[in-house]
């Protein structure tokens, strides 16, 4: 397998034992620690709701560990790939410095694993470790917020991902190692209106025993697991409008987001540019009981010829848009959606929900772009506390089938 030039972060490997190891400790030591602040936990609150109570609980194992700056966590790596168990260190100040410390390590049982080193002023919500997940969507605390100490942000990271069982695609592709170096920088313009741009390196390589899937993107890269060899120099940008009421268990108001990605090659890598739009609504129908979510998205990369790499490229499919298909059944270079669903807060701590999804896709890879547009419809029970969104069960129907998806947190 020939390389590539340019940059390429080193990133920390870790043995396979060791992986496995840390996964099984996580696995043992989250239960046990909940178990025993349930033993020592307060009484029951009169007319305290099933869900509340999880969310109680989940509050009283949090306090332990941040007192510490730990931050236990479940997430999940890549499609299919199932739980994560993780813990992550935070400290905003470094004691009484200027300057805030992340660290966070995932690891599944499947072979997944990330790493993730953060240092800088870092956007968070009080009692909560910084997000994993980088876009705006994710942290409506610090967009709606409205003092001005905390308005600035900028951050270096280095992470490393290791995808070992290569899910992607239906299951066929190769494990894959993604490693980057970045810089983060964000501002809030005004209450609801934010700002933030990242320039960095990114590098994806198979594993060494990896091979292609069978779709090559440039016959000069055709030998053996070198289609998906690939180095970045990559800058993106993004500006969020984002006024919903309870993000996390939305009530009312609208979130718009447009984000900018280059993608610059270096080497022989073939860059390309893209565009993406998120535009959403929230309408009360006659009582905070009933609400009517609208939602409409797509994006646009011009590649010169030379498709998206299936890692990066955005998709349909999963859990928040055409429910009634797997993660990933429609990628391309360029992709839309649209999504109306109806909730109804049927108690105070079940909604219930009926939904319609529709999006095509093409650019992509044959098989699994759909040249035409699919559609999903469905319904859905989540159960809810006054501010967050729990769990969610969904069931979807399309042209493929029955679907069932279960999902912590709201669909969008």
């Known amino acids: 397998m020939s390389s590539s030039s340019g940059f390429r972060p080193q990133g920390v490997c870790v043995p396979a034992p060791v992986r496995h190891l840390t996964c099984l400790a996580l696995c043992l030591f989250l239960p046990c620690a909940a178990g025993r602040v349930r033993a020592q936990g307060s009484e029951d609150e009169p007319?305290?709701?099933?869900?509340?109570?999880?969310?109680?609980?989940?509050?009283?194992?949090?306090?332990?560990?941040?007192?510490?700056?730990?931050?236990?966590?479940v997430t999940s790596l890549a499609t299919g790939g199932g739980a994560a168990p993780g813990l992550a260190y935070f400290d905003p100040k470094l004691g009484n410095g200027t300057l805030g410390l992340y660290g966070a390590a995932s690891q599944s049982i499947r072979g997944d694993s990330l790493l993730e080193l953060r240092v800088g002023r870092m956007p968070h919500e009080a009692g909560r470790a910084p997000r994993r997940r980088l876009g705006f969507e994710w942290m409506p605390g610090y967009v709606a917020a409205s003092d001005l100490e905390s308005r600035f942000f900028a951050y270096g990271r280095v992470r490393q991902l290791s995808l070992e069982a290569g899910r992607y695609l239906g299951g066929y592709s190769d494990p894959l190692h993604q490693r980057s170096i970045d810089a983060v920088v964000g501002y809030r313009l005004a209450p609801g209106l934010a700002v933030q741009g990242r320039v960095g390196m990114l590098a994806v390589s198979p594993d060494e025993n990896a091979v292609t899937i069978g779709k090559v993107f440039d016959p000069s890269l055709a030998e053996p697991g070198q289609a998906w060899k690939r180095d970045y120099l990559l800058v993106t940008s993004e500006l969020v409008w984002d006024r919903r009421v309870q993000p996390r268990h939305v009530q009312g108001g609208s979130f718009v987001s447009l984000r900018l990605d280059d993608y610059h090659g270096i080497g022989e890598t073939p860059g390309f540019r893209r565009v993406a739009l998120d535009a959403r609504y929230y309408l009360p129908l006659g009582s905070t009981r009933h609400l009517l979510a609208l939602r409409a998205g797509g994006s646009y990369a011009r590649t010169g010829g030379v498709p998206v790499p299936y890692y990066l490229q955005y998709s349909l499919g999963g859990g928040r848009l055409l429910?009634?298909?797997?993660?990933?059944?429609?990628?391309?270079?360029?992709?839309?959606?649209?999504?109306?669903?109806?909730?109804?807060?049927?108690?105070?701590?079940?909604?219930?929900?009926?939904?319609?999804?529709?999006?095509a896709a093409s650019g992509g890879f044959a098989?699994?772009?759909?040249?035409?547009?699919?559609?999903?419809?469905?319904?859905?029970?989540?159960?809810?506390?006054?501010?967050?969104?729990?769990f969610r069960f969904d069931v979807a129907r399309g042209a493929e089938g029955t679907r069932f998806n279960a999902r912590v947190g709201y669909s969008f």
């Open 47 to 73: 007319g305290e709701s099933k869900p509340e109570r999880i969310q109680r609980l989940a509050k009283d194992i949090s306090a332990r560990f941040k007192r510490v700056g730990l931050y236990p966590y």
């Open 367 to 390: 098989g699994l772009d759909s040249r035409g547009f699919r559609t999903s419809t469905g319904v859905g029970v989540r159960f809810t506390t006054r501010d967050t969104v729990l």
């Open 323 to 359: 429910r009634s298909y797997p993660e990933h059944r429609f990628s391309g270079d360029t992709i839309y959606g649209v999504s109306a669903e109806y909730r109804f807060q049927a108690l105070r701590w079940l909604q219930l929900a009926a939904f319609v999804d529709g999006g």
